[in-house]
C-alpha cells in the first residue's frame, strides 16, 4: 500500500503543464523567426549540428526531472508489513435514499447532500467499528460492503447521487434484506443500520416483513429524518440550473413532505430509534452516544503496520534524468548521426 507524507507539494506539479506551454510557444516563436530571417534549407546548411529534436528531448528529461524532484518532496512510503490486529466495534451498515425526492431543498442545500454530510459526520466520531454503504431508491444497490477503511467509505459516499438508480420509490424494504447480507459473521451481536430517508413513497406491508426478518437476525434499525414537514418541490436540474419542478400526472407540482411517522414506526419495530436530521451536530452526538451505549464485539482486522520511506528512489530517478540531460547536447554528434536515432539524415 502506498501512502504520501505530504500531498500538499503535489500541488507544485501544476507548473509542468506551464512550461511545457512555454516551450511550445518559444518553440514556434523561434520558427517563424528562423523562417523570416531566411530559408530552412539555408539555415541548415549554416548550422548543420543543430538538432531540434535533441533540443525537444533535453526538455522532457528536464520535465520528467522536475516532477520527480516534486514527488519526492511529498515523500512516497511503501506498506511493508501487514498484521493482523484486534479492534473492538460495531458493525455499521448505512442505508442512504437516492431517490428524486431527496433533491428537495427543504433542507440546505438538499435532502441528499444533508444525508450525506451526516453520514461523513457519523463515519469521523468511529474509532474501530466496521462499516458498509447501500444505496437505494426503486431498489437497493450495495456501495460499499463491511469495512474499516473510512476513506473509501466517503469517497463512495461523496459519489452517490439520485441518477445512480434507474427506477424512482423508495424500497426500505429491500434495503433492509440487503443490509442483512452484509454481516456475515455469525458471532457480531452488535449489527446496526441506519436508513436516512424522508420516507416518502414506500410498500408499509413488505418493509414490515423485512424488518422482523432484520430482527430476527439480531440487527438494530435506527432512522435518521431528513426534511421537513412543511415539504417544497422537487427541482429538476441540468448542469446545476433549475429547468422545471416535478409534476404529477394531473400536472401539479409535487410537493415532497419528510414522513416521519413510517421512519418512526420503521425504528419502534426494528429495536432502535428515530433520530431528526435537521441539526447535523445534534443528530451525530445523539448517534454516537447511542452507539458508546452498545458492546462492542472484538474482531479481527489487517492493516499495514511499517511504511517505508521511498523518496530516494525518486530523487534516484531524478539525478539520472538530470545526467541524461546535461550529457545530451543539442548538436548532432558522429555516433548518433551514423546510428540517426532522431531520423536526421
Known amino acids: 500500500m502506498i501512502q504520501l507524507e505530504e500531498k500538499l507539494y503535489l500541488y507544485l506539479l501544476c507548473i509542468i503543464p506551464i512550461m511545457l506551454g512555454v516551450f511550445v510557444g518559444v518553440h514556434l516563436w ?6 523570416k530571417f531566411a530559408d530552412p534549407s539555408v539555415i541548415k546548411r549554416l548550422a548543420p549540428n543543430y538538432s531540434t529534436n535533441k533540443t525537444t528531448l533535453k526538455f522532457v528529461l528536464f520535465l520528467l ?9 511529498a515523500n512516497p512510503k511503501i506498506g511493508t508489513k501487514l498484521e493482523t490486529v484486534k479492534r473492538e466495534g460495531v458493525d455499521i451498515v448505512f442505508a442512504v435514499d437516492v431517490s428524486k425526492s431527496m433533491l428537495a431543498e427543504d433542507i440546505s442545500p438538499n435532502r441528499l447532500e444533508k444525508a450525506k454530510r451526516l453520514v461523513s459526520e457519523i463515519i469521523n466520531q468511529l474509532a474501530s467499528d466496521r462499516i458498509g454503504i447501500i444505496a437505494y431508491a426503486g431498489q437497493a444497490y450495495p456501495q460499499l460492503p463491511i469495512t474499516t477503511d473510512y476513506g473509501a467509505a466517503k469517497m463512495f459516499l461523496q459519489g452517490m447521487t439520485t441518477d445512480m438508480l434507474t427506477s424512482q420509490g423508495t424500497a426500505i424494504d429491500q434495503a433492509i434484506t440487503l443490509a442483512t447480507t452484509f454481516f456475515d459473521d455469525e ?9 436516512i430517508s424522508d420516507g416518502e413513497d414506500h410498500s408499509e406491508e413488505a418493509t414490515l416483513d423485512a424488518i422482523e426478518a432484520a430482527v430476527d437476525e439480531g440487527i438494530a434499525i435506527y432512522t435518521i429524518g431528513v426534511g421537513t414537514a412543511k415539504g417544497a418541490p422537487i427541482p429538476l436540474k441540468r448542469n446545476g440550473i433549475v429547468e422545471s419542478l416535478k409534476k404529477d400526472r394531473q400536472g401539479e407540482v409535487v410537493i415532497s413532505k419528510l414522513n416521519k411517522d413510517i421512519l418512526l414506526s420503521i425504528a419502534v419495530e426494528g429495536n432502535g430509534k428515530y433520530i431528526e436530521g435537521a441539526n447535523t451536530v445534534e443528530a451525530v452526538a445523539s448517534i454516537s452516544e447511542e452507539l458508546l451505549q452498545m458492546d462492542k464485539k472484538e474482531f479481527e482486522a489487517k492493516q499495514f503496520s511499517e511504511y517505508k520511506d521511498q523518496f530516494q528512489w525518486v530523487l534516484g530517478a531524478v539525478l539520472l534524468f538530470l545526467f541524461l540531460d546535461i550529457f545530451v547536447l543539442e548538436r548532432k554528434t558522429n555516433w548518433l548521426r551514423r546510428l540517426n536515432l532522431f531520423n536526421e539524415k
Open 65 to 73: 526531472a522536475i516532477a520527480g524532484l516534486i514527488i519526492a518532496l
Open 187 to 195: 458471532e457480531q451481536t452488535n449489527r446496526v443500520l441506519f436508513i
Open 30 to 35: 523561434k520558427k517563424r523567426t528562423q523562417i
